[in-house]
């Protein structure tokens, strides 16, 4: 008698535990992440497909952008721009303020305030960048506050578009968005801005 009764407690107990699992489990929130897998978190975090996409563009304007600032040649700063843009301007236009403003400023650094990621997907991202355009001397210098659309081809990201946002505007991230944070650095420690 007492050895069915001790069974019957530890069969009760392990249902018990196995119920409160299921319940823990199906009562905390999936995600889905770029590989359309499921993952089960509390908090959660990036996945590694996630976390290389959001560096890809984090470098693109830490490195890139400023490396191309940085070298003050035309061609260099018009390949970061896709060759269809159109928006706010074209290729053309892109070209002739280049050629201007490199001709003034031969060599500059832009510095990210504060980067945004709001969309992100393979061939795609909406980010919201705070910047400074910093030249030697000061003269030229400018800043701004922009929402760039990016899209990855051969290899590379691209401004597709762009527009130009009140720089008053709250930059917390949109509660919509699991990727807006604000970084914590800025491009003058890259080894572009330090001249390297």
């Not at 823990?24 to 996409?53: G, I, N, R, V, Y």
């Not at 890139?64 to 970061?80: K, P, Q, Y």
């Not at 500059?108 to 709001?118: E, P, Q, S």
Request: aromatic share 16%.
């Amino acid at each position: 008698m007492k050895i069915k009764l001790r069974l019957r407690g530890k069969g009760l107990g392990y249902g018990f535990l196995l119920g409160a699992v299921s319940l823990a489990f199906f009562s905390c929130s999936f995600m889905t992440d770029l590989t359309h897998e499921f993952s089960f978190s509390f908090s959660k975090p990036m996945t590694p497909t996630q976390f290389a996409l959001q560096q890809q563009i984090e470098n693109f304007y830490y490195e890139e952008v400023d490396s191309a600032f940085f070298s003050g040649n035309v061609e260099v700063f018009c390949d970061l721009y896709s060759p269809g843009i159109v928006k706010p301007m074209d290729s053309n236009q892109i070209h002739a303020w280049a050629q201007k403003f490199f001709k003034e400023h031969p060599s500059a650094h832009f510095v990210v305030k504060n980067l945004f990621i709001d969309e992100m997907s393979y061939v795609r991202a909406v980010v919201r960048v705070k910047y400074q355009v910093v030249t030697a001397g000061g003269e030229g210098s400018f800043s701004g506050y922009e929402r760039d659309v990016l899209t990855h081809q051969k290899n590379a990201w691209f401004i597709s578009s762009w527009e130009k946002l009140n720089p008053e505007t709250n930059l917390s991230g949109s509660s919509s968005s699991s990727y807006a944070m604000p970084l914590p650095f800025d491009s003058a420690e890259t080894p572009a801005a330090r001249g390297q």
